[in-house]
């Protein structure tokens, strides 16, 4: 029953995030604001994330408030996302925007450290990738309707059904098993994971490297597709061809991770977002930017179930929150933090060809260092 609501947890939250993530730079646009102004807004909530998730998960991982950290993060950010629809006014979302970041901070990484804590338990951490398949599923339901139902006109309905998942996946948290902590843990801790690791430092470079790219894919997708004349019907569906072989690709990491190992298995997986940043330069017809899309998927079922992993492997289990918040922090952070600003920038000129040009350096450069790092740690860990 514990792997149900685990399943469940992942799936409605991504119902959330594939209703709402998509059309967050168009709905600033949307409000009148400047693309620079939309492109801050979105960094400035991968920034703060990128501050405040190491800091949450410093204090799960000291006070064992593991999943109550999950539960306050589902309500609260319930609440302040319903603030986006009561301002126009760029200084006012600047507040709100700020405040929806530190509190949604918490979410991903402690969802995932109770998932491998209950999971290491069992001794089939590896399956990781099975909890992670359901919010992948949900996510691809969620792109499909909200492309018909949102983009036109809607775009505040969706706001108001990603606070409605947020309020339902505090329920569902109550049912998750909490981890416990046997060692003590000093907040010194999660700065020392960084300084003592030579891998862990050139890891998170390349991952912020791949931030900086799924950053500008994330928020800029849905205005590439406006920009080549994309009905809402394909942009819903294109939305959610980006999932779609994350369904047999995390059902089966568990067989790619033991047949040629995490490095292989991440490297080959993530190799496909430079391919599909030089597809976006190139292609101007709606039906073909579809199928390219799919490319998407393969390479975040390597961040999100290998990676995942891999990142567990390598650091205390004690500090299994904080590894997590710094990966998704770098991921998720910093790195789309980036990607964001300077989208925002290239975005002057209303093309989105610049912004896939960037994506395409920063991605190759990031497969380079992560494939390093990888290499080094083949055996490497930090106990």
């Known amino acids: 029953m514990i792997r149900f609501w685990f399943k469940l947890f992942y799936a409605i939250k991504f119902v959330g995030v594939g209703i709402f993530a998509p059309y967050v730079a168009m709905y600033f646009i949307r409000k009148d604001l400047t693309n620079l102004q939309a492109g801050s807004l979105v960094a400035l909530v991968s920034f703060v994330g990128f501050i405040a998730q190491p800091i949450w998960g410093i204090i799960s991982d000291k006070y064992n408030v593991t999943r109550l950290l999950v539960t306050i993060s589902c309500w609260t950010t319930s609440v302040i996302v319903l603030t986006y629809t009561l301002t126009d006014k760029f200084e006012y979302l600047i507040i709100i925007v700020t405040l929806f970041s530190i509190m949604r901070s918490p979410l991903h990484a402690n969802v995932a450290a109770l998932a491998l804590h209950h999971l290491d338990l069992k001794g089939v951490r590896e399956e990781y990738g099975k909890f992670r398949m359901w919010g992948s599923i949900g996510f691809i339901i969620a792109t499909i309707i909200s492309g018909g139902f949102f983009f036109e006109d809607n775009l505040t309905t969706a706001i108001y059904v990603f606070s409605g998942c947020l309020i339902l996946l505090g329920f569902i948290s109550l049912k998750l098993p909490d981890r416990g902590i046997s060692s003590t843990v000093q907040w010194r801790d999660s700065i020392a994971l960084i300084t003592n690791s030579q891998l862990l430092r050139i890891f998170l470079l390349g991952i912020i490297c791949v931030g900086i790219t799924l950053g500008i894919a994330d928020q800029y997708l849905v205005v590439y597709l406006d920009e080549i004349n994309a009905s809402a019907w394909i942009v819903g569906l294109t939305v959610a061809i980006t999932a779609f072989p994350e369904i047999p690709i995390m059902s089966y990491a568990e067989k ?128």
């Not at 975005?347 to 990888?374: D, E, F, R």
């Open 256 to 383: 790619f991770i033991r047949k040629w190992g995490l490095r292989i298995t991440y490297v080959v997986g993530l190799s496909a977002l430079p391919i599909r940043w030089l597809l976006n330069m190139l292609v101007t017809d709606p039906n073909i930017a579809l199928p390219v899309q799919a490319l998407h998927g393969i390479a975040m079922s390597a961040l999100l179930a290998v990676g995942t992993i891999f990142v567990d492997n390598i650091l205390p289990k004690r500090l299994r929150a904080s590894g997590q918040a710094l990966y998704l922090s770098s991921l998720y952070g910093l790195g789309p933090s980036i990607g964001l600003f300077l989208g925002g920038l290239l975005m002057s000129n209303g093309s989105t060809k610049p912004l896939w040009a960037l994506s395409l350096v920063s991605g190759i450069i990031g497969c380079y260092v992560i494939n390093n790092a990888m290499k080094i740690g083949n055996r490497q860990t930090l106990e």
